[in-house]
T-cell receptor, first 112, second 113 residues
Framework: KQEVTQIPAALSVPEGENLVLNCSFT??????LQWFRQDPGKGLTSLLL?????REQTSGRLNASLDKSSGRSTLYIAASQPGDSATYLC???????????FGSGTKLNVKP | DVKVTQSSRYLVKRTGEKVFLECVQD?????MFWYRQDPGLGLRLIYF???????EKGDIPEGYSVSREKKERFSLILESASTNQTSMYLC????????????FGSGTRLTVV
């Protein structure tokens, strides 16, 4: 069964800093990987979706990379802002292509 | 944009009650999913459906059932609510091709007392 790990579990940085969130998965046979943001008590908002054939995707200050062979993805956030404070989750779509496997998330706090 | 709407943001129910959680999507997605999210346990798949009247068990189906009579609506049913079903419930939808991602609803925070 696919297992998805996110390290660190929590991260606190000063405003303006560039940062990297990590996601690793045990089975490299994936269809795609999706990064989400979750604010406290809310649902998940999709940030980026990377197909297995792609190396990276960009949206504004966010850049997600994918290295399937090593089972890793990173989410790079440039010039962090207090509004970026949230929990970030990654999910991979694997053997059963209808469903995603989720990591437990990284809780990010950006201090003003 | 695809919208996935969960009918209630917060629910408080009593132990033993039958509880219905409703989820509606407006973009003709075939696949719909129910997850629960608990601190320290992450998101766990309860049930999913890949077509009307079709359903499959996820990782933790015990104590739950589902109904999908129309393509746009996927209901999660707690037959007899228990306190250990207090949780955040999240609905998601997706198109079937493997290269599509999930769209989530805003979640229902259920408390069973």
């Amino acid at each position: 069964k696919q297992e998805v790990t996110q390290i660190p579990a929590a991260l606190s940085v000063p405003e303006g800093e560039n940062l990297v969130l990590n996601c690793s998965f045990t089975d490299s046979a994936i269809y795609n990987l999706q990064w989400f943001r979750q604010d406290p008590g809310k649902g998940l908002t999709s940030l980026l979706l990377i197909q297995s054939s792609q190396r990276e995707q960009t949206s504004g200050r966010l850049n997600a990379s994918l290295d399937k062979s090593s089972g890793r993805s990173t989410l790079y956030i440039a010039a962090s802002q207090p509004g970026d404070s949230a929990t970030y989750l990654c999910a991979v779509k694997g053997d059963n292509f209808n469903k995603f496997y989720f990591g437990s998330g990284t809780k990010l706090n950006v201090k003003p | 944009d695809v919208k996935v709407t969960q009918s209630s943001r917060y629910l408080v129910k009593r132990t033993g009650e039958k509880v219905f959680l409703e989820c509606v999507q407006d973009m003709d997605h075939e696949n719909m999913f129910w997850y629960r999210q608990d601190p320290g346990l992450g998101l766990r798949l309860i049930y999913f459906s890949y077509d009307v009247k079709m359903k499959e068990k996820g990782d933790i189906p015990e104590g739950y059932s589902v109904s999908r009579e129309k393509k746009e609506r996927f209901s999660l049913i707690l037959e007899s609510a228990s306190t250990n079903q207090t949780s955040m419930y999240l609905c998601a939808s997706s198109l079937p091709p493997a290269n599509y991602g999930y769209t989530f609803g805003s979640g229902t925070r259920l408390t069973v007392v």
